[in-house]
Each structure stands twice: as C-alpha cells, then as structure tokens.
C-alpha cells in the first residue's frame, strides 16, 4: 500500500512539475545567471560582468525614472480600484434593483484584453474627437484639444485611469464575496441598537472585510506590477520616458537594445519586489486566519 | 445586507437613499459602459463621419464596411486561427497538469507537499518578465522561435499555478472516504481521478476553461516577444500592427477590436457565473 502510494505520487506530480521546473524555475534561476553578464541575446560568447550591471542600476538615471513611475503607478493602482470597488460592492450590495445587471456591467471590462482596454481609451484620449475633449468642451463652450497621452505631465496618470477602469470590477466581485460572507442578524442587531449606516460601515463592515482587502490590495500590486501591455500600446512608456516602468524599461533594454545582460539584472530587481509582496501578503493572510478562526 | 434595515426604516418614513443609490449606480453604469459603447458606435461609422466629431452620436445608418473589411481580410483569419490553436490546447494542457497536481497535494500528501504546492502557487504572483529573457534563449535554441509552439508551452506552464491551486480546493470538497472505497473495490489512482474525483469537479474544470481561455486569448506580451513574421501572429498582436496598416480608418479599427474580443465576450456571458468564482477563488485563499 505504502509503495504504491509512493509510486502514484511519483507518477502524478511528474508531469506537472517537469512542465513548471523547465518552463518558470530553471528560466527563473537562469536570469540570476544572466544577470551577472553581458550577453546581447544572439552571440554566443558572452563575459562574466560581476555585479557590473547592478551596478549600472544605480547610475541609470532612467532606472531611477523606472522606479519612481512604478511606485506611482502601483500606489494609484492601489488606492483607486480598491476605494471605487469597495464603494460600488457596498451600494450593489444594499439590495438596489438591478442588482446583477450593475454587477455584470462593471465587471465587464475585465475579460477585455489589455490591448483592446488601452486601444478604446487612446480614442478617448484622442485630441480632435475623443470623448474626454469632447466632454470637456461641452462643458468650457470653447474647443479643447489637449493630447493627454502625448504629454509628460498626464501620460501615467491617463494610463492609470485607464487601468483602474478595468481592475475596479474585480477589486468589486472580491468585496461583494466578502459581504456575502457578513452575518445578517449582526447588522441587524446594530439597525435594532439604533447605529447609523455610517457607523454600520466603519465599525462593523469594514473590519469584517479585512480579509477580502487584503486580497485586493495583494492582487492589485501583483497585476499593476505585470501591468505591461497598456503602456506598451497607450505610451510605449513615452513621451520622454514620462511613463516607463520598470517592466517596460526591462522590456526596452532587452529587447530593443538588445542589453539582455542588463535587462537581466532589472528582472532580478523585479523579482525581489514580487518576493517581498508575496511574503508580506503570506503573512497578512495568516494573520487574518488566526483573528478569525 | 445592510438594506434589510434600510426596507424596514421605509415603513415608518420616506427614506430617500435606495433612490439615490439607484440613481448613482446607473450614472456611474453609464460612465463605466461609455467607453466600450463608443468602440461599437465608431465600428458603425465612417471615417469621415468620426473626424467630423460625429464618434459619440447614434449613427444615421446601419453601416457594415467596417466589419465586411475585417471579416474578409484573410490576415484576420490567420489571426484568429492562430490565437485558436494556441488557446485551445494550452488551456487543456494547463488544466490537465493541474487536475494531476491537485490531486495529489489534496488526497496524496506527502512530508513537504505543502511547501511544495505554495511554492508552485506562488509562481502565479510574479511577472512574467522575470522569465522572458531565458525563455527567449530556450526557444531560439530550439529553433522554435516564431512558431506557435512557445506560446502554447508557456500559456500551459504559466497555467499550472492557478490551476493546481483551484484542482486541489476542490478535491479537498470530495470525501476522502470515496476515494477510499473505490481503492478497496481494487481501483487504482489514476481510475479514481478518472472516474471519481473529475466527473465531480466539472464545476472546478468549467472555472478553469473560462479563466484560462480568457488570459490565453487576451495574451500580448509573450506573441510580441516570440514570433516576428505576419503568419505566426496572434490577433491581439495583430491589432496592433494592423492598426498601423487602417492607421485614420478607425472605424475598422474598432470593428476589429470588437471582433478581437468577441470570443472572450461570448465566454463572459454565458459563464459569468464560473468567471466570477474563479475570480475569487482564485483571490480568496492562498
């Protein structure tokens, strides 16, 4: 019995973990490796550099630019689609007809594809006709036609509301799940003792959602730090570097100056951030398990 | 839910604030819907009708050249085809290896299976760029670099997280004492799988297919990195560089990014349900 167990784990995980040691593990030490040279991508013959292109990292002043437009970025795609999915979680939950419908239509963009979100909002974005000018006018009465993305000052910011549109529904259905999981008789028993809605939210809701904030808080600076796709194609990172991040300026230097070795060392960096987000979020969730178990 | 009470208070007074909710969802719905309700207006249009500022009107008629240029471009087809062949089986391909794992980790544990299983769920937390430059070398070593093939390999490993994570939350649901049975009656493991533990966990495998195909399909950044010639592209790589080729006609522009989307559209709407739970399952425990 205990042999055969044996066997069938041996046979079962094979696959699966040869598949995911290959194709994510062995690539992922492998950019440690890489890292230390100065590989181009084609030529064979590279050269150990040490920590040479660590080094470089701190005299790359569009390193620096990098990590000053992520943490903006990630903070922005922190605060606003976790606020604007707990706000519309809470007015959704509070039974207004229609429920679903509203539920389906925020929730809607997230099966778009970022290539097909960033594409309608440079259209918004658009000097002439896009909507926000157009709006915009309606509003002044004179013709308006700032070019949002092509300007240093609003680039990131029109990226991040974009990028909000898409993430909110699901910061929404997380929430909604977690309001779900409230007990009615407690909020009932604060309606009976006479508590304002207000005070229903701060002192009872919100600290039964910890749990589910933590999830959306975890999950939105995980995405936000894949997030690639919709700057690639509503900004390439520009107008002067105005919006590189560093998964795009790792994208730049690897593939479009073909500094693999650099471009190496920048993942490395990019991976160490996602280390400490996935140990912070670990140990998050383990302290909420042990409030609520 | 908070508005029990909100009904009850009805009673006694007019309360204004189910209204006013009502209200401020539906102006926030709209907003929140504009965007994409523009795309399928300006698909309808003329370019020149969209340059004379004439995007966010309701058209004058129904006018379908946009979508007969897009149908009938046999680039397009390849595109699609394309993202079909790479979605199809890297979707199975990353369910099965989950099915198999999660199995394992729920009713086969072993001293350090569970270091083991957090360890394969955290790979779904990090940035896929931390691994393209070694992938980029393992494929043009293989030869296999603008091929369809990476793109599969990597969507089915880059699958296996979510799906061994989801796999094993539901085989932990299955009782134990079934599988136990099925080995007494002189089953092996592989006939429990089969026969007993995945014909009750089609709900988990259904999650799994609309999250998969979606990501898959909606997928940019590894078609940008593997493939260069017109023949290997993926539609959303495709809309892109074919955006180049209508550059004003935008009208076409958007009929393709409906078309592009279409697939996903479909799934969302007649799985939402399984979308939605694999949204938070997926979230909720690690």
Redesign the interface.
């Given at each position: 019995m205990e042999r055969h167990t044996r066997f069938w784990q041996c046979a079962l995980l094979a696959l699966p973990l040869l598949v995911f040691g290959v194709l994510v593990v062995w690539p992922l030490l492998s950019s440690f490796y890489y890292s230390f040279t100065n590989w181009n991508g084609f030529n064979p013959h590279y050269q150990f550099v040490g920590f040479g292109n660590f080094a470089r990292i701190f005299t790359d002043h569009l390193f620096a630019n990098a990590i000053i437009n992520t943490a903006i970025w990630m903070a922005a795609a922190i605060i606003v689609p976790t606020c604007l999915g707990l706000g519309l979680a809470l007015l959704i939950d509070s039974r207004v007809p229609g429920g679903a419908i509203f539920k389906s239509i925020f929730y809607l963009p997230i099966c778009l594809s970022a290539v097909v979100v960033g594409q309608i909002w440079v259209w918004i974005y658009q000097p002439d006709w896009g909507l926000l000018n157009t709006a915009m006018s309606a509003v002044t009465g004179q013709p308006e036609s700032y070019a949002w993305l092509a300007k240093p000052d609003t680039a990131l910011y029109a990226v991040i509301i974009a990028w909000s549109w898409q993430q909110t529904g699901l910061a929404m259905v997380i929430f909604l799940a977690g309001l779900t999981a409230i007990p009615h008789d407690l909020l009932e028993v604060c309606e009976l003792e006479g508590t304002k809605f207000r005070q229903r939210v701060w002192h009872v809701i919100l600290p039964l959602l910890r749990p589910a904030t933590v999830v959306v808080v975890a999950l939105s600076v995980i995405n936000s730090l894949k997030g690639f796709d919709i700057l690639y194609i509503m900004t390439g990172g520009g107008p002067f570097h105005s919006s590189d991040t560093l998964a795009m300026h790792m994208y730049n230097e690897s593939f479009k100056k073909y500094h693999m070795g650099y471009g190496s060392a920048i993942s490395v960096v990019l991976f160490l951030i996602a280390l400490s987000i996935i140990f912070i979020y670990f140990r998050q969730l383990k302290k909420v398990d042990e409030i609520y178990e | 839910?908070?508005?029990?009470?909100?009904?009850?208070a009805d009673e006694r007074e007019f309360n204004p604030?189910?209204a006013v909710?009502?209200v401020?969802?539906v102006v926030?719905?709209v907003l929140?819907?504009?965007?994409?309700i523009?795309?399928l207006l300006?698909s309808l249009k003329t370019t020149k009708e969209?340059?004379?500022?004439e995007?966010?009107s309701l058209p004058h008629s129904l006018y379908l050249d946009n979508y007969v240029k897009i149908l009938s471009d046999p680039a397009v087809h390849t595109y699609l085809i394309n993202t079909a062949l790479v979605a199809a089986p890297a979707t199975a391909a990353s369910i099965a290896?989950?099915i198999?794992?999660g199995?394992?980790f729920s009713k086969?544990p072993?001293p350090g299976s569970d270091l083991l299983f957090?360890a394969?769920v955290?790979?779904m937390?990090?940035?896929?760029?931390?691994?393209?430059?070694?992938?980029?070398?393992?494929f043009n070593g293989l030869g296999l670099i603008d091929t369809l093939w990476p793109m599969i390999?990597?969507h089915?490993?880059?699958g296996?997280p979510i799906c061994?994570l989801l796999m094993r939350n539901f085989f932990a649901t299955v009782p134990s004492a079934l599988r136990e049975a099925a080995i007494l009656e002189g089953a092996?493991?592989?006939q429990v799988?089969t026969k007993v533990a995945l014909p009750l966990s089609l709900p988990a495998v259904a999650v799994l297919a609309t999250l998969q195909f979606?990501w898959i399909?909606?997928?940019?950044?590894w078609p940008?990195?593997f493939t260069h010639s017109d023949a290997m592209r993926t539609i959303?790589l495709g809309?892109?560089f074919l955006?180049g080729q209508y550059s004003v006609a935008?009208g076409v522009?958007g009929a393709l990014?409906l078309v592009?989307?279409l697939p996903?559209?479909l799934?969302?709407l007649f799985f939402?349900r399984y979308?939605?739970k694999g949204?938070?399952m997926g979230?909720?425990?690690?």
């Open positions: - | 839910m908070s508005s029990v009470a909100l009904a009850r604030w189910p909710i009502f401020g969802l926030l719905a929140f819907l504009a965007p994409t523009g795309v300006s969209i340059s004379l500022g995007l966010w290896l989950g198999l794992a199995y394992v086969l072993f957090l394969i955290s790979g937390f990090f940035p896929p760029q931390v691994i393209l430059i070694p992938l980029f070398r393992l390999f990597v089915t490993a880059m296996i061994t092996n493991e592989w799988i979606t399909w909606n997928d940019f950044l940008l990195i959303m809309l892109v955006k935008w522009q990014s592009a989307s996903t559209l799934v969302f939402q979308f939605i949204m938070t979230a909720v425990k690690g």
